[in-house]
Nanobody, 123 residues
Framework: QERLVESGGDSRQAGGSLRLSCVAS????????MAWFRQVPGNEREGVAA???????EYSDSVKGRFTISRDHARDTLYLWLNNLKPDDTAIYYC?????????????????WGQGTQVTVSS
């Protein structure tokens, strides 16, 4: 059972920046893909970005050019750098992982999930 713990959520004004972190409980470096999703209450969980073990990345159109996903294999940690934040980025952000090389941003494809961290952006 993989356990994921997110941190870094906070409140910012539009145009600001944040860094989210997600620490995995076990070795995910060689065989697990990792991803960030976000969800607004009442809406479906939306894929934000994904990264596979080789470092290939995928982004949703809504964050491309503003957010950057990265991972530190030695620390089993996933990051999401959020720049030029907009009020529409307000959501709970979740970290997810699954075995294998996978970049598809569909929540149903991912196996393990963290508890989420809140990001709030004011105009």
């Amino acid at each position: 059972q993989e356990r994921l713990v997110e941190s870094g959520g906070d409140s910012r004004q539009a145009g600001g920046s944040l860094r989210l972190s997600c620490v995995a409980s076990a070795d995910t470096a060689t065989a697990y893909s990792m991803a960030w999703f976000r969800q607004v209450p009442g809406n479906e969980r939306e894929g934000v970005a994904a990264i596979d073990p080789s470092g290939r990345k995928e982004y949703s159109d809504s964050v491309k050019g503003r957010f950057t996903i990265s991972r530190d294999h030695a620390r089993d940690t996933l990051y999401l750098w959020l720049n030029n934040l907009k009020p529409d980025d307000t959501a709970i952000y979740y970290c997810a992982t699954r075995f294998g090389w996978w970049l598809r941003l569909s929540a149903a494809d991912w196996t393990y999930w963290g508890q989420g961290t809140q990001v709030t952006v004011s105009s």
